[in-house]
C-alpha cells in the first residue's frame, strides 16, 4: 500500500504579513543586507491526504501526480512555493497569466492579472508576504498575499530573469539591455548595474545578501556589489564563457559560484578572489564546432546546474540528456546519468546527495549522486517539464509542462 501523501488538510493557509524590519530604512542605500537568523520551522500539522475530485488526468500512460492545477490555457512556463509555509505555488504562462494555487487540492488563491505577454518569471519574497510576477515584455508586478492586492509595478526591458532577495522585501531582475535592476518593494526604490551592451541572461542573489552574480550574452560574468552598485569581479575573455551564458548557481555558504554556458562547459568561481578554480566538461561531449544560423538544434549547452548541500558534489544538466556529477574536491567526473532526451533544471535535495530533474520527455527523476543509481521516476505529463520546485521538506514536486498543465507530486522513498 502506498504511504500517505504528505499534501495539507484543504484550508487556506493563515499568513500574518510581518511588519516591515525595522533595519530597512527609506533609501535603498539603507536596505540591511546584513544576516538575520532564520528561525527553521516544522510542520506542525498533520499531513491528511483528500480525495481528489474533478482532477484532470493524464491521457496517455501513468499519472502519478496528486494535483493536476489546469486553469492554464497554453503551456506553463515556471513555478515557484512559497519559502515560509511551502503550501502555495504561483505559476506563469504562455497564456499571459499568473495564478496563486494552494498545493493541497489545487484551488486558486487569485488570478496576478494584467500581463500582455508570456509570463516567464514568478515567486514569493523571503517571508511569503509578496509575490512577483514578470512577463517577457518587461511588464512586472508585485502582489500582497493576503489580501491579493497588486502593490507595485515596473516597466523595465525585456525580461532575461527575476529573482527576490534572500532576506529583504527587495526584488532583481536582468533585462536584454544588459541591465540587472534592483528595487525596493512596494515603495519603488531603484538601482541599476550596468553590464555589457547585451542581455543579461542570468543572476542570482548570494547568500550573504550583499553581492550577485550576473551572467551576460557575450560569455562575461559579473559580480557585484549590491550597496555600492559596482561591479567587484569581472570575469571575460578565456575566464569568461565563450557562448551566452544560461545558468549560474552557488554554494551554501556563497563561497562558491558555478556558471554554465551554450559552450558546453561549467566553470567553477571563487566568490571570494573572482577567479576561475576549475572547469568542468562532460568527457562524452565532443568539442562544438562553431554553430552557424539555424544549426543550433545540433548544439549541446548547459541547461542547469547546482551544488550538494552535504558532500562535495556538483550536478551539471545538459541538453543532450547528461547529468554530470562532479567531484569538487578532487574536480574529476564521478558519474554521468543518461536521459532521454534533453534536461531542462536539476535541483538538489536539501540535507541529501539526491538530485532531482525533469527533462523534455515530461519525465521527474530521482538520482543518488552518491552511486549514480535512477532511485525513482514521476510521470504524468503528456508534454516536456518547463520547470520545477522542490518542497523544503523534499515531500513535494511541483512540475509544470507545455501540455498547459502543473502538477504536483508526492515523493516516496522507501530509503528515507
Not at 511588519?19 to 532564520?38: G, T
Not at 483528500?50 to 515556471?78: I, K, N, R, W, Y
Amino acid at each position: 500500500t502506498p504511504l500517505p501523501c504528505p499534501l495539507t488538510a484543504c484550508q487556506a493557509p493563515s499568513f500574518n504579513p510581518l511588519p516591515e524590519a525595522d533595519d530597512l530604512a527609506q533609501e535603498m542605500e539603507d536596505v540591511d543586507f546584513e544576516e538575520e537568523e532564520e528561525e527553521e520551522e516544522g510542520n506542525e500539522e498533520g499531513w491528511v491526504l483528500e480525495p481528489q475530485e474533478g482532477v484532470v488526468g493524464s491521457m496517455e500512460g501513468p499519472d502519478d501526480s496528486e494535483v493536476t492545477f489546469a486553469l492554464h490555457s497554453a503551456s506553463v512556463f515556471c513555478v515557484s512555493l512559497d519559502p515560509k509555509t511551502n503550501t502555495l505555488a504561483v505559476t506563469g504562462g504562455e497564456d499571459d497569466k499568473a495564478f496563486v494555487w494552494r498545493l493541497s487540492d489545487g484551488e486558486l488563491l487569485f488570478e496576478c492579472a494584467g500581463h500582455k505577454d508570456s509570463v516567464t518569471c514568478a515567486g514569493f519574497s523571503h517571508d511569503s508576504t509578496l509575490v512577483a510576477t514578470g512577463d517577457m515584455s518587461g511588464l512586472l508586478k508585485v502582489w500582497q498575499v493576503d489580501t491579493k492586492e497588486e502593490v507595485w509595478s515596473f516597466e523595465a526591458g525585456d525580461l532575461e530573469w527575476m529573482e527576490w532577495h534572500p532576506r529583504a522585501p527587495v526584488l532583481l531582475a536582468g533585462t536584454a539591455d544588459g541591465n540587472a535592476w534592483m528595487w525596493k518593494v512596494p515603495n519603488g526604490d531603484c538601482k541599476t548595474f550596468q553590464g555589457p551592451n547585451c542581455p543579461a541572461t542570468c543572476g542570482r542573489v548570494l547568500p550573504d545578501g550583499k553581492r550577485a552574480v550576473v551572467g551576460y550574452e557575450d560569455g562575461t560574468i559579473r559580480i557585484w556589489d549590491l550597496k555600492q552598485g559596482s561591479p567587484i569581479h569581472v570575469l571575460k575573455g578565456t575566464e569568461g564563457h565563450q557562448g551566452p551564458l544560461t545558468c549560474v548557481a552557488t554554494n551554501q555558504d556563497g563561497s562558491l559560484i558555478l556558471t554554465g554556458s551554450v559552450d558546453c562547459q561549467a566553470k567553477l568561481v571563487s566568490a571570494t578572489t573572482g577567479k576561475v578554480v576549475g572547469v568542468f566538461r562532460p568527457e562524452t561531449v565532443a568539442s562544438q564546432p562553431s554553430v552557424g544560423e539555424g544549426e543550433e538544434s545540433e548544439s549541446n549547452s548547459v541547461e542547469s546546474l547546482g551544488f550538494c548541500s552535504v558532500m562535495p558534489l556538483a550536478a551539471v544538466g545538459y541538453l543532450d540528456g547528461t547529468l554530470a556529477i562532479y567531484d569538487l574536491s578532487t574536480q574529476t567526473l564521478r558519474h554521468q546519468c543518461q536521459h532521454q532526451s534533453g534536461i531542462v533544471q536539476l535541483l538538489w535535495e536539501a540535507g541529501t546527495a539526491v538530485v532531482y530533474t525533469c527533462s523534455l520527455d515530461g519525465i521527474v527523476r530521482l538520482w543518488d549522486a552518491r552511486t549514480g543509481r535512477l532511485l525513482t521516476d514521476y510521470r504524468g505529463h503528456t508534454a516536456e517539464i518547463l520547470d520545477f520546485a522542490l518542497s523544503k521538506d523534499a515531500s513535494l514536486v511541483v512540475t509544470t509542462s507545455g501540455d498547459h498543465k502543473a502538477k504536483v507530486f508526492c515523493v516516496q522513498r522507501p530509503d528515507r
